[in-house]
């Protein structure tokens, strides 16, 4: 039976909060984090309800329409980082407004999803639709990739299952994948700055540079391995209370809470991920629109993307690129980023059997 609602949706991203509510709460104990980071956290959770409400008033047809001028804004504002961004963990993509800074780069992974949606509703109409794809991503691309590589990967992801989902020939893609495997390490790759190529290989051997580069690999595969099964309890973790685990709220925040959780708690959090990404899937295949699906695809890539690579990173099996694990890891603009996104997809799911006018 086809409901209008999805009644899994909201409860598994409840519970995903609670985790991150706990994991930001017990990392605020770190003397490297700034205090007061639980409170913010926690207005971040309200805060999304605003944009939410808008795009629950509006409906899916509305936020199509929507697309192309809140793209254009959000091409604006990650432009504007480049004469006014503030510089954070050496990258210049943050705004200040007033005492509230926000990444550019979370509204423009939602409205980069809207945009594609509507570009390639049609689905593969031959060297069109890469014509008309590749003319918005590319200028999101360009403006994010020189300042956040990490960025500019969930943008690509993204961009990549859009474009499966709008059922471009199979043979296509592996023709870029090959294409991409071939250019990344002759021609991209040597262009990086020194310090993203340490970041990218250091993850093979950390021992190499356990000072420096590998320490915060070190570090967080030391948190999570010291958790054992049970996890030493809540706020009883060791290597980030006492300053050893580097951004225990953010890029590690999974380690925190594999330490003090243990195997369980970590093993939960992946069966809780693995069910939202699972219940995503179901909501773009039960619904009859490519549009809708192609939209889904782009919000199942963003998620799944950010969680493989945050959590391989934490466990040194991936590089570390600075990428968020959604919904847990402590962040305003993160964190009403994601659950617009995902209140975005719940909308168009809800209004899946209208007619887009």
Do not use: C
Request: net charge positive; hydrophobic share 55%; no cysteine.
């Amino acid at each position: 039976m086809n409901l209008k609602y999805d009644l899994h949706l909201p409860l598994i991203v409840l519970a995903l909060l609670a985790v991150g509510l706990l994991t930001v709460s017990t990392a605020a104990l770190s003397p490297r984090v700034s205090p007061g980071i639980f409170s913010k956290q926690l207005m971040g959770v309200f805060l999304a309800a605003l944009p939410i409400g808008v795009m629950w008033w509006a409906g899916r047809d509305r936020l199509y329409r929507f697309a192309p001028p809140l793209y254009a804004s959000a091409l604006l504002l990650q432009a504007s980082t480049f004469l006014i961004g503030k510089e954070v963990n050496g990258q210049r993509n943050w705004i200040m407004l007033g005492q509230v800074q926000f990444q550019p780069l979370e509204i423009l992974k939602l409205a980069l999803i809207l945009m594609l949606a509507v570009t390639l509703r049609r689905g593969y109409e031959g060297w069109r639709t890469y014509a008309a794809a590749f003319a918005v991503f590319l200028p999101a691309l360009a403006l994010v990739v020189t300042q956040d590589f990490g960025g500019a990967m969930i943008l690509a992801v993204m961009f990549a299952v859009m474009l499966l989902a709008a059922r471009i020939p199979w043979w296509h893609a592996l023709l870029a994948a090959l294409a991409l495997g071939v250019a990344f390490p002759t021609a991209v790759y040597p262009h990086l700055a020194p310090y993203q190529q340490k970041r990218l290989t250091i993850f093979l051997n950390p021992y190499t540079d356990p000072r420096g580069a590998g320490y915060q690999v070190i570090q967080s595969t030391i948190a999570v391995g010291s958790g054992g099964l049970q996890g030493k309890g809540y706020k009883q973790g060791s290597q980030s209370h006492n300053g050893f685990l580097p951004e225990a709220d953010t890029d590690f925040a999974f380690s925190t809470w594999a330490e003090e959780q243990g195997f369980v708690g970590a093993v939960s959090v992946l069966i809780l991920y693995g069910l939202l990404l699972w219940r995503l899937s179901r909501m773009a295949a039960r619904s009859p629109r490519l549009q809708d699906q192609i939209l889904m695809a782009g919000v199942l890539a963003q998620v799944g993307f950010q969680v493989l690579e945050n959590i391989g990173a934490a466990l040194g099996l991936l590089p570390l690129t600075g990428i968020t694990l959604p919904l847990i890891s402590y962040g305003l603009s993160s964190l009403v980023s994601t659950l617009s996104t995902l209140g975005l997809v719940y909308v168009v799911y809800r209004d899946r059997y209208g007619v887009i006018a």
